[in-house]
């Protein structure tokens, strides 16, 4: 889960590998961590937006969908719980301390590039040049 925190959550794969059922997996997790997989994941995608807001010049849209939520008033709620602030609210308030924020392009290449994006005609990326 910290590895790919920002691909949909697998519980009975992840269980499966850990060689428990969903159930007991959830149940193991929480005795050990203090929280389900899915607090624990909804946390560290906090965690990960919360850097971006203070790093990075993309929209409170753009980091929900790259930390893995589906739903901008979903990421918005939580992040008010964990935070206390809003996404906007935390952006102003810890945003201007220090280096420029990281352009949006290189923020979203950095991330793993742009969901279907394909190069401009006459273009060709490293891969196809090979």
């Known amino acids: 889960m910290d590895r790919d925190w920002a691909e ?3 519980l009975d794969a992840v ?9 007991h997996f959830i149940r193991a997790f929480k005795a050990v961590y203090g929280e389900t997989p899915g607090q624990y994941l909804s946390r560290r995608r906090i965690e990960r ?8 010049n993309l929209s409170v849209t ?5 930390v893995g939520f589906t739903s901008l008033g ?14 906007s609210e ?16 290189y923020a979203m290449l950095w991330a793993g590039g742009f969901p279907n994006a ?3 005609a006459g273009h060709r990326n490293s891969e196809e040049a090979g």
């Open 8 to 10: 949909p959550l697998d």
């Open 15 to 23: 269980a499966a590998h850990a060689g428990y059922s969903r159930y």
């Open 49 to 56: 937006a919360e850097e971006m807001l203070r790093t990075a």
């Open 62 to 66: 753009e980091i929900c969908a790259l």
């Open 74 to 87: 979903t990421f918005s709620a939580r992040f008010k719980k964990e935070t206390g602030l809003s996404p």
């Open 90 to 105: 935390y952006r102003a308030k810890h945003v201007g301390r220090g280096a420029a924020l990281i352009p949006g392009c």
């Open 118 to 120: 394909r190069p401009a």
